[in-house]
């Protein structure tokens, strides 16, 4: 759901150069340690703008912050290589690029689909979430027995 998928050997930064960038990149401020976190006047705009204000300031305020070291480090292994695939693009998110969810969704193969909503797309469209989850349980199940 609104995730990064890289292929062995790229880095998340990498894939984010590829796009034009979000807005994310104005809203991420580190802290003392090098952690990263998203500033909480922004949060709602950047990663959670279709849910309404209180809510969003909810989930600022109990984010937790991310090494900010993880967007050089290159993956060693690509799961989706070996693993069916879903992804879920949200075309509203400004968290990542959503042509960069498309090309990441294409490239790994999966079964995609397109929600209007932001990076948290499994609180502010839960039941179109759980859909596609049960799908794809429902999917690799019929082709394990």
């Given at each position: 759901?609104?995730?990064?998928?890289?292929?062995?050997?790229?880095?998340?930064?990498?894939?984010?150069?590829?796009?034009?960038?979000?807005?994310?990149?104005?809203?991420?401020?580190?802290?003392?340690?090098?952690?990263?976190?998203?500033?909480?006047?922004?949060?709602?705009?950047?990663?959670?703008?279709?849910?309404?204000?209180?809510?969003?300031?909810?989930?600022?305020?109990?984010?937790?912050?991310i090494?900010?070291?993880?967007?050089?480090e290159?993956?060693?292994?690509?799961?989706?290589?070996?693993?069916?695939?879903?992804y879920?693009?949200?075309?509203?998110?400004?968290?990542?690029?959503?042509?960069?969810?498309?090309?990441?969704?294409?490239?790994?193969?999966?079964?995609?689909?397109?929600?209007?909503?932001?990076?948290?797309?499994?609180?502010?469209?839960?039941?179109?979430?759980?859909?596609?989850?049960?799908?794809?349980?429902?999917?690799?199940?019929?082709?394990?027995?």
């Amino acid at each position: 759901m609104a995730a990064f998928a890289p292929d062995a050997g790229e880095t998340l930064a990498g894939l984010i150069e590829r796009f034009s960038p979000s807005p994310l990149g104005t809203a991420v401020a580190p802290d003392s340690a090098g952690f990263l976190y998203i500033d909480r006047p922004k949060f709602q705009q950047v990663f959670a703008n279709d849910l309404d204000k209180d809510e969003a300031a909810v989930l600022a305020a109990a984010q937790k912050p991310i090494a900010g070291s993880i967007f050089g480090e290159a993956v060693t292994a690509a799961a989706w290589k070996t693993i069916p695939s879903w992804y879920i693009v949200s075309t509203q998110d400004n968290a990542i690029n959503p042509d960069l969810e498309r090309f990441m969704a294409k490239r790994i193969g999966a079964q995609t689909k397109e929600l209007k909503a932001s990076h948290v797309s499994f609180i502010s469209n839960p039941n179109e979430i759980a859909r596609v989850i049960e799908t794809a349980a429902a999917s690799v199940s019929a082709t394990s027995k």
